[in-house]
């Protein structure tokens, strides 16, 4: 692997899947800038993944205000250097039926949309000055195969936006050699489904997914690692990779 000594930044890596991939890419050698909104939890995820806080650092704060983006890019800067690899992992989801979506609840949405904006646009400025980046943003399943049971208009509202911004950044900073793609997971057991769903009725969409199970925080980090990679993934770009254990290949 290519990650020894990248610096990579992370949002929404408190738990689940940021989390679990801090984890990876520290042991593959990586200085990593950890962010979201609870101190508490970071610091916990922070102290377990590093003790010695050598490699290890976190900044709390909503990355949908630009200030917070740009102070973790140069937190970034300050601490390791520099910027290498951005995962934009951020995430909310709540089924809801359309009609029952609130203004407060788009708001929510949108504004993580906004902060994944903001982060790319905060880091590709640091990243350009190393002519290189990778940045793999968290997507959804639900963006590109709606689900009748799971209606969320509001989260794939979003999720479809980021799919988008991957596209449109891996074209325009081609160039560059700073590479974006995503990831679109399906289920994959994280504490996000802990106020929504419980222990039996998550385990209920193991069978929603043709390969017979739920996703785990393994097979995200793996895709992830994949794209941030250069010595495995350097010639792929604006890929929205589905990581969903069968759901979109067809009907099932």
């Not at 609870?38 to 709390?60: H, K, N, S």
């Not at 998550?202 to 017979?212: E, I, K, Q, R, S």
């Amino acid at each position: 692997m290519s990650l020894k000594d990248k610096v990579v930044l992370i949002t929404g890596g408190g738990s689940g899947i940021g989390a679990d991939a801090a984890q990876a890419f520290y042991q593959a050698g990586a200085k990593i800038v950890l962010n979201g909104r609870r101190e508490e939890i970071l610091a916990q995820t922070a102290a377990r993944i590093d003790p010695t806080g050598e490699r290890v650092v976190y900044m709390t704060g909503d990355i949908g205000q630009l200030e917070t983006s740009q102070n973790i890019v140069k937190l970034a800067g300050s601490r390791f250097g520099g910027v290498d690899i951005l995962l934009n992992n951020a995430g909310v989801f709540a089924p809801k039926p359309f009609l029952e979506h609130t203004a407060a609840d788009l708001d929510s949405y949108l504004n993580l949309l906004r902060g994944y904006f903001y982060m790319s646009q905060a880091a590709i400025a640091q990243m350009q000055q190393r002519e290189s980046g990778s940045i793999v943003n968290i997507g959804s399943m639900w963006s590109s195969h709606a689900i009748a049971a799971t209606p969320c208009s509001g989260s794939s509202t979003a999720k479809g936006g980021v799919h988008a911004l991957t596209r449109n950044l891996a074209i325009e900073f081609a160039p560059a050699r700073i590479r974006v793609n995503a990831i679109a997971p399906a289920v994959v057991e994280t504490p996000l489904f802990d106020s929504i769903l419980t222990p039996e009725q998550l385990a209920a969409f193991d069978t929603f997914h043709p390969l017979g199970r739920n996703g785990q925080v393994s097979d995200t980090t793996a895709a992830i690692l994949f794209l941030a990679d250069d010595s495995y993934s350097s010639w792929i770009t604006g890929v929205v990779l589905p990581v969903d254990g069968g759901v979109t290949a067809g009907r099932h």
